[in-house]
């Protein structure tokens, strides 16, 4: 198989790419524009030396860069995106463009060549907070920030490619992912490297909000599984993924310090996020029974594994974090937030 893996230098794309090379019959092309959040050192040594991979340094807006590649594609599994919320609430002009059109670039052009398979990585955010709890893929699509916003027409839009044009494709809304190699503005991280620096840890409002957290390596899992099964199974359908339990942003700031052996002193309370959504828990149900997946990792031993991950790869994230761009998002970011507190 011939797979085009969009945004495959992030953080879920990276985690996707090392396992599905490990398939037999599978080539992979990855397709990056490698924004802030894309980073070659995501692919190890093996990688890059493995003949079934392909970097193609590009963006999903150039239209004919992704007529071209597509052209010789049997699936696309589409991850490419401005995934971070509070940077959407900040400047949210990269996420209509990347997320909204240049999926509708991706579509075009698999529409035009008659694309086998287009697995779109779509996200839980699309629901806004739980009306009722476990959410299935009924629930309502109220989403909560330029992000979600921007993730929920781009779900639609290939749903109308499916009906439209009989695109054959598979929607698949992950819930809150954390592991390796995620980039550290993101909660998890952000904590975990905080603390390892004795820096404060900053909770958001009452630190209650809950999110389903999945383990990354089970969402590759639920995502492998979307491209192995019958197509007619799954054609159309939206399907979410996540674990069926929640936990508190407080729970996971606690947990992290626990693990570090760190004082709770390091634990800031700052102004909430805007239309901060207040809890998302999903049924694996329809995955289960479509896709034949569940997760395994139970969460405070990926919480464990991911804290060590981050200790054992400093140079990785100390590098990121010393960036002049991450230092003035950050410095930006938290004022904001301390200044409504
Ligand atoms: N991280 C999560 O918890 C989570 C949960 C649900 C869904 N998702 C979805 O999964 C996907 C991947 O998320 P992530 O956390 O790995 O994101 P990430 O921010 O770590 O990575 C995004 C990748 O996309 C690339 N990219 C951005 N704009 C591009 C463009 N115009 N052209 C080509 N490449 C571009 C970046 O360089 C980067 O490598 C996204 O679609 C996101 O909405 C993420």
């Known amino acids: ?46 990688i890059w030396h493995n003949p079934n991979f392909t970097f193609v340094e590009g963006n999903i807006l150039d239209r004919d860069l992704v007529y071209r590649i597509m052209g010789s594609q049997d699936a696309v599994v589409h991850f490419a995106a401005y995934t971070h919320i509070d940077r959407s609430i900040d400047l949210s002009d990269p996420f209509i463009d990347t997320d909204f059109k240049g999926t509708h670039v991706l579509l075009e052009a698999a529409k035009h060549t008659g694309i086998g398979r287009f697995v779109h990585i779509s996200t839980s955010e699309v629901y806004g907070s739980a009306v009722y709890t476990p959410m299935d893929e009924e629930h309502p699509m109220r989403p909560q920030s330029p992000y979600a916003a921007a993730k929920a027409g781009a779900d639609r839009l290939v749903y109308s ?20 190699n995620q980039y550290p503005e993101k909660l998890m991280p952000y904590f975990i490297t905080n603390a390892l620096d004795g820096k404060p840890l900053p909770i958001y409002g009452s630190g209650e909000n809950t999110r389903d957290w999945l383990w990354v390596e089970d969402c590759v899992d639920g995502i492998i599984r979307a491209l192995e099964v019958d197509m007619s199974l799954i054609n159309g359908e939206v399907i979410n993924l996540g674990t069926g339990r929640d936990f508190s942003v407080n729970y996971i ?16 309370r700052v102004g909430d996020r805007p239309g901060h959504v207040k809890r998302l828990i999903t049924s694996y149900d329809k995955a289960e029974r479509l896709l034949g ?45 301390r200044g409504i507190l």
């Open 161 to 180: 490619y499916y009906t439209t044009y009989e695109l054959p494709c598979v929607i698949l809304r992950p819930f809150n992912n954390y592991g390796y």
């Open 1 to 46: 198989m011939n797979l085009l893996v969009t945004g495959g230098a992030g953080f879920i794309g990276s985690n996707f790419v090392r396992k599905v090379l490990s398939k037999d019959n599978v080539k992979v092309t990855v397709l990056d524009a490698l924004t802030y959040a894309g980073n070659k050192k995501n692919f190890s040594k093996e």
């Open 253 to 268: 700031a606690e947990g992290i310090l626990e693990v570090l052996g760190k004082d709770r002193t390091l634990i800031e």
């Open 293 to 337: 997946w569940q997760p395994v990792m139970e969460f405070d031993e990926g919480l464990k594994r991911t804290v060590g991950w981050y200790v054992d790869n400093r140079e990785w994230w100390e590098e990121i974090k010393a960036r002049d761009e991450f230092k003035t998002f950050e410095k930006n970011w938290y004022s904001f937030l």
